[in-house]
Nanobody, 126 residues
Framework: QVQLVESGGGLVQPGGSLRLSCAAS????????IGWFRQAPGKEREGVSC????????YYADSVKGRFTISRDNAKNTVYLQMNSLKPEDTAVYYC???????????????????WGQGTQVTVSS
């Protein structure tokens, strides 16, 4: 069974930075995508950023473009989300998710991802 473990969340002041990690294990596949999603209290879970394993192509939500960077280390099966210039509205539980297969367009919707981690809390507050 695929396992996804997030880490790196915490409390940070506005304007600060955090780096989230998503360690994926218990699978062997050449083609897959990993996405970061977040859910704030009372809100729907939304896509933040996604990356395709085959070529490293990426997707970013408009709300995080220019502030967040997704990257991967294929040797470690780990995906990172570097979050800079954090804002209070970035406060949420952040989840990583995985979908197998090759897609012309990187999967961006939560419904497309069958495997999920347990989430890590990010709180941006002074």
């Amino acid at each position: 069974q695929v396992q996804l473990v997030e880490s790196g969340g915490g409390l940070v002041q506005p304007g600060g930075s955090l780096r989230l990690s998503c360690a994926a294990s218990r699978f062997t596949a050449k083609y897959y995508a990993i996405g970061w999603f977040r859910q704030a209290p009372g809100k729907e879970r939304e896509g933040v950023s996604c990356i395709r394993s085959s070529d490293g192509s990426t997707y970013y939500a408009d709300s995080v473009k220019g502030r967040f960077t997704i990257s991967r280390d294929n040797a470690k099966n780990t995906v990172y989300l570097q979050m800079n210039s954090l804002k209070p509205e970035d406060t949420a539980v952040y989840y990583c998710a995985l979908v197998f297969g090759w897609y012309r367009e990187i999967p961006q919707k939560r419904e497309q991802y069958p495997y999920w981690g347990q989430g890590t809390q990010v709180t941006v507050s002074s």
